[in-house]
């Protein structure tokens, strides 16, 4: 045993017959195994965004990609080992949508890498650092690196990586001082850009993050000291070992993402280009060169490589192409100005009202931006608007609009509700509402979700005196709860005919560690008790993709009299604290009972199916990736049947940006023929996963009146409108990187996080229109909002539609951040004829039904060139995040023209069947003799 070897083994010592077993013991085995257990434990404990699936297909077409590779030069057949090894780092360090597809891309790259870029028949680049870096480079974020946060499951996982490769594989390759090179010099520089940053980013955060990165030990014990294309000599390894970590040092100059990883690729190359320069001169020259290429089988290596490449990109461009329009576009959105609509905001002064020792985070805090609900709250027959503008000036953050016709709407004066959210430092902000006829009596009602402080519920006197005025009976009914929320439901919980409320809670209500409770209200933190107290700062979440720590949503019951009692969540089967953005509700299983999907950001949704009335049952897949195990960043619920299948879907916003290559979910429910629930992620394959976008709240409407559910969606973070301090808006996203790489004890205190200031976030981007082109073409969506004229770049949220003007098309109100909301009207173009039509208002008997008829389905059939089509939509209030489209169900039916039949499904208890004229709205009251 070399004396280097000695002085580990002195450090750890194995038993003698392990001892033996591991020095013959060939390293690319040991490599496996510590890989293979890593992805095990990602797989099963940390919640990686991909599926063991995934994992095992990159393995199989890496190792079949080796094989014929390898028997196409060498004419023999081999143990795949280093492709196995390879395919285990691709699982680790890469991240993708969720498509089977796309995995082909960086196993051609990696295997590939090791055909045609070879000297003297050797390859050069270590595989899977080859696959990764152009993965990154020619993938437009299709592919992205595995984002540190995905390891922070357990927060000391470096330790034990890195015990790994100090014991068990440093001592067989010998690789020693390349790994202390490298390591000494990355850490100097390390520590030398959290000097210069220490005042936009805590030195910690970056110091330690960086260092403790499970993705950077991978790389230091078992990326750059591959035996087959590492240096040798002790010389040439301290060399190339700081040569990374400086030029590590150089791409952060430019604030780029994934250094390390092009570092090791850039010297990698510098030293392939250097060698092969050498081989020229001290070979021949040409002739000499020429001579190599005959005898390595060069050219047979490239021609299979490139055989190879033709195959996977072929197939990957026809998978994942996106569809044709097939389409005639006879419609547009019209934008309709401010100084014609009435709706306008000013942005306010709120980022400076709030505790100052955490204004350097506040607009990511309060980045959920403002929300729209649409409903008649005056019985004139037009739909009016509510909009919350948390951000805005004090006198317009909860403002209702009359819609007067003509897409003209006047502000109708609330003085109390102006005046209670002009002060949010004592009432909290107000951040969601829903108009509601929770009374049964005929009127809406309206409810306002509020964070730090108490949501409110608004009696509609309308029916009681003739005057549709507003009486705050928060405190009469039961619901005067402290909550830190940013949306909420009602529903009929247990089929009483009465509506019970949801409310997700964002932030939990107190703040932990505090000996009594202590309310968490960021205008007024508590101060420090002692030295070094930092438990005000502990509301962020945990980690970017199992957070746990936020708030407790709860159901709310209503009583025959009116009052509202809270279930124990944990009881009811919700116990989970996650940070819940959007719930939708729907009978998903069709069981007559009404469930419920919550979209959580930093963490996987919730899918609770309701058990009668009595329990929920939290369904979930059986591996991660799969419905209720998703590492995503659930922004948004929307359920429709988006197939026509007679089953409602969800549709869930998500962010798909450098880091995380993550997109939209669809998922598609049905059953199988035993009955059992059947639920699909479709978005990638669809067409729907919102690629290259920041996704917020969506609208699921038959846009265009076909048939089909189509899909608006909203996009862009935050840029710099508010707090502009540099001609060009600086990256925070370069920042969130390193807070990202963080552990949980310091990634939740708001303290440790860097200052966002007069930084941009995907700030102003373009919404997205999808339009659904029908089972005749594999139901893709293509976006096609440049064609309708919905171009404007903005920070957008909420997507409400409504028909404004009762003409049969579904307008669209689309709220921003800094800007005030946009309206949209849906429109014909010029001599286009119209698609047909019917829309259906159905009022319950306010007894066994709710007077909304929240929670009934109707199904309609009708058919169309001859062929069977069912329709099917429910009745919902809060139809994305931020967002309340209005109750009215408008069927698109294309070129069909004659009455139609529906089924009513009376809040899943009684049906009726009717027929109905089209092109028009019915007002179907509930029929006493409908039949159980």
């Given at each position: 045993m070399s004396s280097e070897k000695a002085l580990v083994f002195n450090m750890f010592t194995l038993p003698a017959s392990l001892e033996k077993i591991y020095a013959k013991a060939d390293p690319r085995w040991i490599i496996a195994i510590i890989l293979g257990s890593y992805n095990v434990l990602g797989f099963t404990v940390l919640g990686f965004n991909r599926s063991p699936l995934q994992m095992i297909v990159t393995s199989i077409m890496a190792c079949l990609l080796e094989l014929l590779l390898c028997y196409w030069v060498q004419r023999k057949w081999i143990f795949p080992l280093s492709a196995l090894i390879s395919s285990f780092s691709l699982s680790l360090l890469l991240n993708y949508s969720h498509s089977y597809w796309i995995l082909a891309v960086p196993v051609f790259f990696t295997i590939g890498s090791k055909y045609f870029l070879s000297l003297n028949g050797r390859h050069f680049f270590n595989p899977a650092l080859t696959g990764v870096v152009l993965c990154l480079l020619f993938s437009n974020t299709f592919i992205t690196a595995a984002p540190a946060y995905q390891w922070t499951g357990i927060e000391n996982l470096w330790v034990f990586m890195t015990f790994l490769g100090v014991f068990f594989l440093l001592p067989k390759i010998n690789r020693h001082w390349l790994v202390l090179s490298f390591l000494a010099t990355f850490t100097a520089q390390t520590a030398l850009r959290a000097m210069i940053m220490r005042h936009h980013l805590p030195f910690e955060t970056l110091f330690l993050g960086t260092l403790t990165s499970p993705s950077f030990i991978l790389f230091t014990f078992f990326m750059i000291t591959d035996p087959m294309t590492s240096p040798k000599t002790k010389k040439d390894q301290i060399i190339v070992g700081a040569s990374i970590a400086l030029l590590d040092l150089i791409y952060h100059i430019f604030q780029s993402y994934y250094t390390f990883f092009f570092a090791g690729f850039t010297v990698a190359s510098i030293r392939f280009l250097w060698f092969h320069y050498k081989a020229y001169r001290d070979g021949g020259g040409f002739e000499g060169f020429k001579k190599r290429v005959h005898e390595t089988k060069y050219l047979r290596k490239l021609s299979g490589s490139l055989i190879a490449g033709l195959l996977v990109f072929g197939t990957y461009s026809i998978a994942s192409s996106p569809a044709h329009l097939s389409k005639v576009l006879n419609w547009k959105f019209e934008t309709i100005p401010a100084t014609q609509s009435g709706l306008h905001a000013e942005f306010g002064d709120i980022f400076e009202r709030v505790d100052p020792r955490i204004q350097h985070i506040v607009k990511w805090v309060f980045s959920v931006g403002d929300s729209a609900a649409t409903g008649d709250f005056d019985n004139d027959g037009k739909i009016d608007i509510f909009l919350t503008n948390m951000l805005k000036k004090d006198g317009e953050r909860a403002a209702l609009y009359r819609n007067e016709g003509g897409?003209?709407?006047?502000?109708?004066?609330?003085?109390?509700?102006?005046?209670?959210?002009?002060?949010?430092?004592?009432?909290?902000?107000p951040t969601n509402a829903l108009f509601v006829d929770y009374d049964n009596d005929n009127d809406l009602d309206l409810f306002i979700s509020v964070a730090f402080g108490s949501s409110r519920l608004l009696k509609n006197m309308l029916t009681e005196t003739g005057k549709a005025e507003f009486l705050d009976i928060t405190a009469d009914v039961g619901l005067e709860d402290y909550n830190n929320s940013i949306t909420a439901n009602f529903f009929d919980f247990n089929r009483d005919g009465l509506l019970d409320l949801y409310i997700g809670n964002v932030w939990p209500d107190n703040l932990p560690n505090y000996d009594k409770p202590t309310p968490l209200h960021l205008f007024h933190l508590p101060q420090s008790e002692y030295e070094g107290d930092e438990r005000m700062f502990d509301f962020m979440h945990a980690s970017w993709h199992l957070a746990n720590n936020g708030g407790e949503n709860v159901i709310f019951v209503q009583d025959n009299n009116g009052h509202f009692t809270k279930l124990d969540s944990k009881e009811l089967g919700m116990p989970e604290t996650r940070w819940s953005l959007a719930v939708g509700t729907a009978d998903l299983n069709q069981d007559g009972w009404t469930?419920?999907?919550?979209?959580?950001?930093?963490?996987?949704?919730?899918?609770?199916?309701?058990?009668?009335?009595?329990?929920?049952?939290?369904?979930k897949g059986t591996m991660f990736g799969s419905i209720g195990k998703d590492t995503y960043k659930g922004m948004n619920s929307s359920i429709a049947d988006v197939n026509n299948d007679g089953f409602l879907d969800v549709y869930v916003s998500n962010v798909h940006h450098a880091l995380q290559a993550e997109g939209s979910l669809l998922w598609l429910f049905?059953?199988?023929?035993?009955?059992?629930?059947?639920?699909?992620?479709?978005?990638?394959?669809?067409?729907?996963?919102?690629?290259?976008?920041?996704?917020?709240?969506?609208s699921l409407e038959d846009f265009d009146n076909d048939g089909?559910?189509?899909?608006?969606?909203?996009?862009?973070?935050?840029?710099?409108?508010?707090?502009?301090?540099?001609?060009?808006?600086?990256?925070y996203w370069y920042v969130n990187e390193k807070v990202a790489r963080s552990a949980p004890s310091y990634h939740?205190?708001?303290?440790?996080?860097g200052d966002i200031r007069g930084r941009c976030i995907y700030g102003k981007e373009k919404n997205r229109v999808y339009i659904n082109q029908g089972t005749s073409l594999g139901n893709k969506f293509v976006d096609v909002a440049d064609l309708v004229g919905l171009t404007e770049e903005t920070n957008s949220r909420g997507v409400a539609s409504a028909d404004f003007d009762n003409d049969g098309r579904r307008d669209v109100i689309i709220t921003h951040m800094y800007s005030p909301a946009t309206l949209v009207r849906n429109v014909l173009k010029e001599g286009a004829s119209a698609p047909h039509w019917v829309g259906l208002q159905l009022r319950g008997d306010g007894k066994s039904c709710n007077t909304r008829a929240v929670g009934s389905q109707v199904k309609m059939h009708y058919k169309i060139k001859g062929q069977d089509t069912v329709q099917i939509k429910e009745v919902q209030l809060a139809t994305g995040f931020s967002s309340q489209s209005e109750e009215r169900l408008l069927f698109g039916l294309g070129e069909h023209a004659e009455p139609v039949e529906i089924e009513i499904t009376w809040c899943g208890l009684k049906k009726e069947t009717r027929t109905v004229e089209i092109d028009k709205y019915h007002l179907i009251q509930m029929s006493p003799a409908t039949t159980p």
């Open positions: 897409f003209h709407f006047t502000r109708v004066a609330l003085p109390k509700v102006t005046e209670r959210f002009s002060r949010p430092e004592e009432n909290g902000l469930d419920l999907y919550i979209a959580n950001d930093f963490g996987p949704d919730d899918l609770y199916f309701n058990q009668e009335g009595k329990k929920l049952y939290n369904h049905s059953k199988d023929k035993d009955g059992k629930m059947v639920i699909q992620d479709m978005a990638t394959q669809w067409g729907a996963l919102n690629e290259d976008r920041f996704g917020w709240g969506a089909w559910v189509d899909i608006i969606q909203a996009n862009g973070m935050v840029d710099d409108t508010p707090d502009k301090k540099f001609e060009n808006c600086p990256d939740r205190l708001a303290n440790k996080w």
